[in-house]
């Protein structure tokens, strides 16, 4: 997908990412590069493996069912960086060969958390806490391959949710309470058996609403305005703008 500036270290692309954006990936340097400031850049394991292709918007990843792209400089990052913001990640993907017996990743942190395929062209998804330290993991979503899908999972620090396409999925949801676990491994886009295409991934120090999610999924590459979340709050006050962020972004809500 389109860049949103340029600048960038190492030779890609960069932005100035709302506080709550950890990483961006949109692939068009042909090069996965990390767009936010932060410059968690990957690389392709095995490096002569790697293949861009037209995207949702630009360029995108393809992966063989081999290939994959190591982040890491996001092992041992605090996904959620406040308990009481969340964590998001949005991604966009296209299947072009159905996943083996076990399933193939999408993006995602052993141990942590995981978005993929099942064998039955399905979406799983799911997260680690503190409190349970297994992998919760959930399906029974399919989607049709050979097509671009959006997919985010919002979780708020105790509840998961899943969103297909701009819609939550209703019967997706986790009674995962606590931080998302710290792991030292890296995250990793592709590979495990994943044949297709990846674009514009993106993860969040904050649960999305349903009107960013929406707004991702008909803008891929659009930004969303992230307002600081007010500290102290007047349990009396319903709802506060201040127009600071470009945007009419209300004040202290996830």
Request: proline fraction near 3%; hydrophobic fraction near 35%; aromatic fraction near 8%.
């Given at each position: 997908t389109a860049a949103a500036s340029s600048g960038g270290g190492g030779g890609?692309?960069?932005?100035?990412?709302?506080?709550?954006?950890?990483?961006?990936?949109d692939f068009d340097s042909a090069f996965p590069f990390d767009l936010t400031?932060?410059?968690?850049?990957?690389?392709w394991t095995p490096a002569k493996r790697e293949q861009y292709?037209?995207?949702?918007?630009?360029?995108?990843?393809?992966?063989?069912?081999?290939?994959?792209?190591n982040v890491d400089g996001l092992a041992n990052a605090k996904w959620d960086?406040?308990?009481?913001?969340?964590?998001?990640?949005?991604?966009?993907?296209?299947?072009?060969?159905?996943?083996?017996?076990?399933?193939?990743?999408?993006?995602g942190v052993?141990?942590?958390?995981?978005?993929?395929?099942?064998?039955?062209?399905?979406?799983?998804?799911?997260?680690?806490?503190?409190a349970d330290p297994n992998m919760n993991e959930f399906s029974g979503i399919p989607v049709s391959r050979n097509h671009w899908h959006h997919v985010v999972i919002s979780y708020t620090g105790k509840k998961l949710q899943l969103f297909v396409d701009g819609?939550?999925?209703?019967?997706?949801?986790?009674?995962?309470?606590g931080a998302v676990r710290?792991?030292?491994?890296?995250?990793?886009?592709?590979?495990?058996?994943?044949?297709?295409?990846?674009?514009?991934?993106?993860i969040y120090q904050r649960a999305l609403t349903v009107r960013q999610i929406v707004h991702l999924y008909r803008e891929p590459t659009s930004e969303i305005m992230l307002a600081p979340p007010i500290k102290q709050q007047d349990p009396n006050l319903l709802v506060d703008y201040?127009?600071?962020?470009?945007?009419?972004?209300?004040?202290?809500?996830a």
């Open positions: 890609g692309s960069s932005s100035t990412a709302p506080p709550a954006l950890l990483a961006r990936f400031q932060h410059h968690f850049d990957g690389s292709v037209d995207g949702v918007h630009g360029k995108a990843a393809r992966f063989d069912g081999k290939s994959q792209i960086k406040d308990s009481n913001l969340g964590f998001s990640v949005s991604c966009w993907y296209r299947q072009t060969s159905p996943a083996g017996a076990q399933g193939a990743r999408i993006v052993e141990g942590s958390w995981r978005i993929g395929v099942n064998s039955r062209d399905e979406i799983v998804a799911g997260i680690s806490t503190g819609v939550s999925e209703p019967g997706f949801s986790s009674r995962d309470v710290q792991v030292a491994r890296t995250m990793v886009m592709g590979g495990d058996g994943f044949i297709g295409d990846v674009d514009e991934v993106r201040n127009f600071n962020h470009g945007d009419v972004a209300e004040i202290g809500r």
